[in-house]
């Protein structure tokens, strides 16, 4: 996804959080008078290490705010996206009036202790991958609304974005073979009639759904809940220059450096959008 895309999706983003907090204005701000209109400087600190995330979001809550109330605005970053950042640094300084950094101050610093929050993770993660090879990637499991931003916080921790919607890659799961009548073989011959394999990723979850389907030579072979010896036998059985490799399920930072030797090309972790513990990062005014 490109800047301006996400500049795009950024904005309607915090059009909505806006508004959440805003509502019909800011009753403890408007206390200080004239004063909300002084100008100020405020900085960003990091209170723990982490992988930064979220400048896009950061400043269009501030743009988002300017445009409403007005005032000049500079935003001047000491960080970016993918950077690594230690407690107690600057992430970066704002000059604006007083009531722009009150009113974006909890909106602003949501976006980027969230997104930091998957980004470090994601780190977590890849640095413990031993190959190359294999490639992290991310789920739908997502906060519903947020899935671009949260994608693009994996891609800056260092991993690898799967499909981003249904509409954007043939996924066969379990529960698309709805009719248990119906042969496995026998569904892969129907779903064959409308979609080559070589566009198709799909699940198995067995070895003997997996020699089944090796002989139609899908692009992806998704292993769902395989135990460690049962990956090493299908990778194996699989052609790899044809086939590749995913697996998934019950896959965690505390067990994931016994995947990362095995002969496969993508491990995919829900657990990297979907189980989010926020970086502690504050905003302080200086001036």
């Known amino acids: 996804m490109n800047k301006t895309n996400l500049k795009k999706i950024a904005m309607k983003d915090v059009a909505i959080s806006i508004s959440e907090d805003l509502g019909n204005g800011d009753i403890t701000t408007n206390l200080l008078g004239k004063d909300k209109n002084n100008p100020s400087t405020a900085f960003v600190r990091s209170n723990e290490d982490a992988i930064f995330c979220g400048r896009i979001w950061f400043d269009s809550t501030f743009k988002y705010v300017q445009k409403k109330y007005g005032g000049t605005l500079k935003i001047t970053w000491l960080k970016n996206d993918g950077d690594k950042i230690k407690a107690g640094q600057k992430i970066c300084r704002i000059d604006a009036p007083l009531r722009t950094i009150l009113i974006s101050e909890r909106t602003a610093l949501n976006f980027i202790q969230f997104l930091s929050g998957i980004s470090s993770k994601t780190r977590l993660y890849t640095e413990k991958i031993k190959s190359k090879k294999v490639k992290i990637l991310d789920t739908r499991k997502t906060i ?91 990778s194996k059985i699989i ?49």
């Open 144 to 234: 519903p609304g947020l899935r671009a931003s949260q994608k693009y916080a994996v891609k800056c921790g260092g991993g690898f974005n799967h499909r981003h919607g249904l509409y954007d890659q043939v996924l066969i799961k379990e529960n698309h073979i709805t009719n248990k009548l119906i042969s496995y073989e026998d569904f892969l011959k129907k779903i064959n009639k409308k979609i080559s394999f070589r566009e198709v990723s799909i699940e198995v979850e067995t070895l003997e759904e997996l020699k089944i389907l090796i002989q139609y030579k899908p692009k992806n072979v998704l292993l769902d809940n395989f135990s460690l010896l049962n990956i090493k036998k299908a």
């Open 239 to 287: 052609n790899k220059n044809i086939t590749s490799i995913e697996i998934s399920g019950n896959i965690n930072i505390k067990n994931i450096d016994k995947y990362s030797c095995l002969d496969i090309d993508f491990i995919s972790i829900g657990d990297l959008t979907k189980n989010i513990r926020s970086i502690d990062l504050s905003m302080l005014i200086e001036k």
